[in-house]
């Protein structure tokens, strides 16, 4: 399995787009970040607000927020903990980070995730597909290797990128963030469910990136799945990126029905457990993991099935 997998992703980087996604996603992160501080630089600071005044109207809003009887556990534990975490900056004068600084971008890094699973859509769509196309499949499937094997270690390796590029996106933007905006000042605080307590921004940024990556691994696995039924790059990669831009719209269409809670877009953002936006009440993240791990199974099981019955000569 090892020598597939090392044969797949020799493959992968013997693509040209392969590497151009790589620059390509290094690239936004650095030219993003150069455009934030030119116009920061250009634009007159409007914000005479202290921090403590900042902070202040995030604790009554916070407050006026619980108020609330109809919140979630979640949303009223997130709405609980951001109040008591403004309470403990203003009674010990501790400062949030700046917005525009190196560890407020690596905590935020997440929110470029989209850009990783665009990319990853992509491989993934043409990586069994592209074997019909360039007719190489034939080749590949007359091998005395068991079709599962195949088809597992293309995956591995479709995983393996998307891996790599949360990986650099997470580095670059904190390269750019310094490069840019500098350290900075200021204390990231969290609460741990009973009290507040200093994190690291590292961590925080890592865990956001991991919890953001279970979007990129369904909807990657997604259009594996559909670049092996179809043999198609176009239609995979196609109904892959416009379900990825469109499918959460349709959790506020379905907001008022029982099913919401189990269609797929409502779980791939994990999020959204630890930032307070919650679209459908009654959901836990025990739920979404299960729920996005039963999606999985049916996706590859219809990807084995089909791969393992396909014709050689189709």
Do not use: C
Request: charged content about 15%; hydrophobic content about 50%; cysteine-free.
């Amino acid at each position: 399995m090892l020598k597939l997998i090392q044969n797949e992703w020799m493959k992968l980087w013997s693509r040209k787009a392969s590497w151009i996604m790589v620059f390509l996603l290094a690239f936004v992160l650095l030219g993003t970040a150069g455009i934030t501080k030119w116009v920061n630089s250009t634009m007159e600071s409007v914000n005479t607000e202290s921090w403590q005044e900042v902070e202040t109207n995030e604790l009554a809003y916070n407050r006026s927020m619980l108020e609330n009887p109809e919140l979630s556990d979640a949303q009223r534990e997130y709405f609980e903990g951001e109040a008591a975490i403004s309470e403990h900056r203003l009674e010990n004068d501790l400062p949030p980070y700046e917005y525009n600084t190196m560890q407020q971008g690596v905590i935020e890094s997440h929110v470029m995730m989209s850009i990783v699973t665009l990319f990853t859509v992509i491989i993934a769509g043409g990586i069994v597909a592209g074997e019909f196309s360039q007719g190489t499949i034939k080749m590949l499937l007359t091998r005395p290797v068991k079709r599962w094997k195949i088809l597992t270690s293309k995956y591995i390796t479709t995983m393996l990128y998307a891996l790599l590029l949360a990986v650099v996106l997470f580095v670059v933007t904190a390269l750019a963030g310094l490069i840019f905006f500098g350290i900075g000042e200021g204390t990231f605080l969290v609460w741990n469910g009973s009290e507040v307590v200093e994190g690291s921004f590292w961590l925080e940024g890592l865990k956001m990136i991991a919890l953001s990556f279970a979007s990129v691994w369904i909807i990657g696995t997604f259009a594996f799945m559909l670049g092996t039924v179809f043999r198609s790059s176009s239609l995979s990669i196609g109904l892959s990126i416009f379900l990825m831009f469109t499918g959460i719209q349709a959790v506020f269409l379905l907001a008022n029905y029982e099913i919401v809670k189990y269609y797929l877009f409502t779980h791939t953002d994990l999020t959204q457990y630890y930032t307070g936006f919650m679209p459908v009440e009654d959901i836990t993240m025990s739920m979404s993991v299960i729920v996005l791990f039963v999606y999985f199974l049916i996706f590859m099981a219809i990807s084995y099935l089909t791969f393992g019955k396909r014709d050689v000569t189709a």
